[in-house]
Each structure stands twice: as C-alpha cells, then as structure tokens.
C-alpha cells in the first residue's frame, strides 16, 4: 500500500474508533497513553519497554514507533490490582511534524480494545527549544463519561547531560520529578504526585 494511502487508511481508522459510545471510567485510566512526560502523553513517539510502579500499582508497557514516527502502539499490561489481566492498547498519530517555530502535534486513542471500558481520545503537543534543553507538552482528552474536555501540560528541562527533571499537571494535580540516563538506552524516573504518590519507572529504548 502506498504511504499516503496507509496514512489516510489510519486516519480513518482513528476517526470511526472515536465514533464508538463510551462507559464508565476512573481518572486513573487517561495516565500511561503511550509516550509521555511522566504518566500523560507527549507528541513525540518512541519504541521502549518499561516497567512501571506506580503508587504501588505495577505494570509493563512496550510501545513501538512506526514509519518514521508517524504512527505509534502502545500495549500497557497490568500486573497487578483489579485491572490485572486488562491490558488495554493505546495509538497516535501524528498530525503536524514539529518544525523551527511549529511544535509537533498528535491525535491519540486509548484502550482501543475497551478493555478498562471505553476509548480516551486526546491531542498532545510538544516542542523543544534546544537552546534552553527544554521540551515543553501539552494537550487536552475528551473525559469518557461527561465529555468534557480535560487539559494537561508540562515540561521537561535537561539540568546536567545524564539528568533531567520534569513536571507535569493534570486534572489539578501536579507531578514533579527527576529523570536520569545511567546508561545509554535507559531511563530511570522517580517522580510524586500531589506530594503523597509515588512513581518509579525504568524504561529501555529500543526496537522490536
């Protein structure tokens, strides 16, 4: 299939899952929709394995870019909890390629297969001002239930070449914390929210 024609393809795709009726959710479920600053998701794709705990809740994810980070899947499996077993499928697709002064924009879809109940849709954007080390995101989701619109931001500043710290805010609640790269290909971040729950990620980039 041509390359234009599979990104049409896709975007349809997209569009006819967002058309689907939604059931009940928790706000827990909009954290880990695929690349993200901590828990909420940036434009930018990537192919990773992490680990996640996350306020005692563990779970793996792997994530894998496609054509050229156009397109990227993401598969979050639940360890343990009540939605052990769940492991809902998340995507996004790139809709504006950052540029000099543009930032790059995304349209994103989570638990595509209703597996903690109905889709999430979202738009995140992102832009990094290499000047300062900073990668600056932000974007909003359609809440499941009440279909208000529920906005998101943050950044994340480069502090020394191995460690970076970031912040992110959603549904005011704010995260902050620290990110740091002991050897190539891997991430370790600590991070708390609302100053009570505690995050730990590992994170190995690479293909599959």
């Known amino acids: 299939m041509p390359h234009k024609a599979l990104r049409a393809f896709l975007l349809f795709v997209m569009l006819v899952l967002s058309m689907q009726p939604v059931a009940a959710d928790t706000e827990s479920r909009v954290r880990y929709m695929g690349t ?20 005692g809740h563990s779970a793996m994810m792997v994530s894998q ?3 050229n980070k156009f397109f990227e899947v993401s598969f979050l499996r639940h360890l343990n909890g009540s939605e052990k077993g769940k492991n809902p499928l998340s995507a996004k697709i790139k809709l504006l390629e950052e540029g000099e002064t543009l930032p790059a924009v995304v349209w994103g879809a989570s638990d595509i297969n209703t597996q903690l109940g109905s ?8 832009k ?4 300062f080390g900073v990668n600056i995101h932000g974007g909003f989701y359609k809440h499941p239930v009440t279909t208000d619109r529920k906005y998101f931001y943050g950044f994340e500043k480069m502090v ?20 740091l790269s002991p050897y190539p290909g891997v991430s370790l971040e600590i991070a708390q929210r609302d100053r009570r729950e505690e995050m730990y990620n590992i994170i190995y980039f690479r293909s599959f």
């Not at 600053?37 to 990773?48: G, K, N, Q």
């Not at 889709?119 to 992102?126: E, G, W």
Request: no cysteine.
């Open 119 to 126: 889709k999430i849709f979202y738009f995140a954007t992102s």
């Open 65 to 67: 870019e496609f054509m």
């Open 160 to 179: 020394f070449p191995l460690i970076t710290v970031g912040a992110e805010r959603s549904d005011d609640i704010d995260t902050f914390g620290i990110k």
């Open 36 to 55: 993200s600053i901590f828990t909420m998701p940036t434009a930018y794709t990537r192919s990773a394995a992490a680990y996640i705990n996350d306020a």
């Open 128 to 131: 990094t001002i290499e000047a």
